[in-house]
Each structure stands twice: as C-alpha cells, then as structure tokens.
C-alpha cells in the first residue's frame, strides 16, 4: 500500500506535542512528527502553506426525508415561530417519495457535506412514522453511513403521543433497531413528554443501542436530565438550560451537541456554548441538516456561527466539529489525527482553521481525504 508524506503546511491534530509532517498508509495516520525527522515515504503531497485539519464529524443530521419547507422558512421571515408540529408536513412528502428518491436525494446531500470536509456523517430517520416508512428511512440511512439513529419519536402523526409511543417502543422499534446504531426522541412540548421519552429511549438502549435526546430546544425542560439518567451519548441542541442541567451534564459526561445552524433558520437565541465550556462540558457541534429548521450541510457555516453568535474561539468550536463529533458517537479513531486515527482529512485554502470564521461563506476547502483516499 502507497503511503504518503504530508508536509510543507501546518496540521490541527490534537495530539499534544506540535505536528510539522503526517504519514498517511493504510488509510490510517501512520506516523506524525517534525518536518526533519520524516521518515521516507512512496509519495510527498507538498501542503504550500495549507492547513490540514481532521475531517470534520457532523454527529446530528436528518437527511432522510422527501419534499421542502421553502415556504415555512419564508413565513418565518416575517415572524411566524417556529413549532414542532412542522415536521408532519415532510413525513407527508417522505410518505410520499419512493425509496430510490429519498436514496438519491440523502445521497445528494452526503456528498454536498463531503464536499465542505465532512468526512463521518450520523444520519436520523423520523419523517417516516410508521413501521414500514422509518424502517425505508433507516435502510436509506445505512446506505450512506454507518451511524444510522432511530427516531421514531420525532412527533406523534396522528397527534396521540401515548398510543403512538408504545407502537415506537414495540414493533417499531423490533424492526428498526437491527438497521440502526442509536435512539433518539424528541422531548418537547408538543412532541413527546420525558415517561414517552423513557419508555422509548430505555427500549433502544436494552437493544444496545446508544442514545441521543433532543433535549431543551425551545424552552427549558427535563430533556437534559434524561439523556443524564439513561446514560446517553449526547444532549442534543441543549437551547434552553438551567445552572442545574449544565452540572448535571458535566458530571454525567454527556457531550452537549449544539447545532446554531437550528437557530439562525428559526431566528431563535443560540445556545449558552460559553457557559457549557467554562463549565468543563463536553461540546460538540453539529449541522442538525433538515429541511424544516437547519437545511444546511456546512460545518464550515456552523463554525463560523458558533465564533460569532456563541462565543466560542475557532480552536473550541473546530474540536467540537471534529473530537466533540466523535466523542459524541462513541468513536475514537476519527475526530483527530494522532497516529492510528483513520486518515479522514481536510486541507483549507487557509494557512489556520480560524479563517472558517474569519471568511464565512466562502469554500476554503482545497481537498478532502476519506481514509487516506482523495474524494476532493
Ligand atoms: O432537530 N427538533 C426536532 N427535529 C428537527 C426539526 C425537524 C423539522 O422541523 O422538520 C430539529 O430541529
Ligand atoms: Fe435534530
């Protein structure tokens, strides 16, 4: 197998000595180091000043769906809220769409995310709704990725959210959970309550399955000591938060997941990332890529919002994209770039990570590499 001198630019690794040069073999980080002590390789990329980056981890999306919400979005714009029950309208349209189109379309978007340095993507079902419909959304999900989350608690269709919750915890879940990775619910006003929550998320967990909560989106409420109590992986936008919840994540190890992306198309406050991080928590950033509250792939755009709206420095919100994404979905070879880590990377047109915000808008991105192969 060829293997691969990276050299000539600067590298955001998070080991903990400095990185002048990476060798890439096997698809995996082979060695790293000064640029002096180098050892002999098949081949040498020469960076230019280039900065390379470990591919970013985008650790909460929903592609799976049919349809827009072209015109919520719009409506918004001159000050209609947001609300959950948005979500009916795309489980229609996902209803609606054949396999081969939800494939194509989720594929479209994978790709769009690859193509911004988006290297490991989680990917949600819950637009389908019923047992046949969240299993084809699950299908779709493996398709493109290996971290497929059940969310057959994303809202009740027909409106009653206790019948629906056992369907979700029983049958559903028995034809789901050999498709999927993790469980997620919605936990909302509107949405499901914390004992539906429970019931579903503590069904998936005895599967072994992971779990993530979408926890204290649109106001304060008990999401975030659920994800606490049943050991989940992550809190999941983590919007509205007491002194009380951001302790109990701390000392839970719960990754905060925060998706600003969620709040700038619903013109909503950010979530607190300053106090999360001054609070010692475990922040991740993700897309929360959907078609009703975040219809972006671009963890560039995230960051550049994390360091503008949350206060976050470009080093703190490039970990959370990255190791913060990783920790996130229980994964320790990807989200950093120490040797043994898969060779997911991203080189910027940028000699730092910190021109994703200085230059927001604009594709730095100057090659992307998918266990050590060029797909950019
Ligand atoms: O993460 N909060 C729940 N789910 C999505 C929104 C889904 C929708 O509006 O279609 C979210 O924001
Ligand atoms: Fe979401």
Redesign the pocket.
């Known amino acids: 197998m060829t293997s691969t001198l990276f050299r000539g630019g600067s590298f955001v690794t998070w080991a903990d000595e400095p990185v002048e040069a990476l060798v890439v073999e096997d698809g995996r980080v082979a060695w790293t180091g000064t640029a002096a002590s180098a050892p002999a390789t098949d081949e040498v990329l020469h960076l230019s000043g280039r900065c390379v980056l470990p591919g970013f981890v985008d650790s909460?999306t929903?592609l799976v769906?049919g349809g827009d919400?072209a015109e919520e979005f719009e409506a918004r714009i001159t000050g209609t809220a947001?609300a959950?029950g948005?979500?009916r309208t795309?489980v229609a349209a996902t209803r609606a769409a054949s396999t081969q189109e939800l494939l194509a379309r989720a594929q479209r978007l994978a790709h769009e995310a690859l193509r911004s340095g988006t290297t490991t993507l989680e990917v949600k079902s819950?637009?389908g709704l019923t047992v046949e419909d969240e299993r084809r959304c699950l299908e779709v999900a493996r398709a493109i990725t290996p971290h497929a989350t059940f969310l057959g608690a994303?809202v009740a269709p027909d409106g009653d959210a206790a019948v629906y919750t056992s369907l979700v915890a029983g049958e559903m879940l028995d034809a789901c959970a050999p498709l999927a990775t993790a469980v997620d619910a919605?936990c909302?006003e509107g949405?499901f309550d914390v004992d539906q929550c429970r019931e579903v998320l503590s069904a998936g967990k005895e599967r072994g399955l992971g779990v993530h909560v979408?926890a204290n989106?649109l106001r304060p409420g008990p999401g975030v000591q659920l994800a606490a109590e049943l050991g989940a992986l992550s809190a999941?936008?983590c919007t509205h938060l007491s002194e009380a919840d951001i302790q109990t994540l701390r000392d839970a190890d719960v990754v905060a997941t925060l998706?600003p992306g969620?709040e700038f198309s619903t013109r909503s406050p950010y979530a607190p990332a300053r106090r999360l991080l001054d609070a010692g928590v475990l922040v991740a950033l993700a897309t929360?890529c959907?078609?009703?509250?975040?219809f972006t792939t671009s963890i560039p755009f995230v960051i550049a919002l994390a360091c503008r709206e949350l206060g976050m420095t470009p080093q703190e919100a490039v970990l959370a994209a990255t190791l913060g994404g990783a920790t996130a979905l229980g994964q320790d070879d990807i989200g950093h770039l120490r040797v043994g880590a898969r060779a997911d990377l991203v080189v910027l047109e940028a000699p730092s990570p910190t021109w994703l915000a200085y230059r927001p808008g604009v594709d730095l991105v100057h090659s992307v590499f998918k266990d050590g192969v060029a797909v950019r």
């Open positions: 909460h929903h769906f919400r947001y959950a948005g979500i795309t819950g637009y994303h919605f909302e949405a979408h989106q999941d936008h998706v969620a929360d959907n078609p009703g509250t975040s």
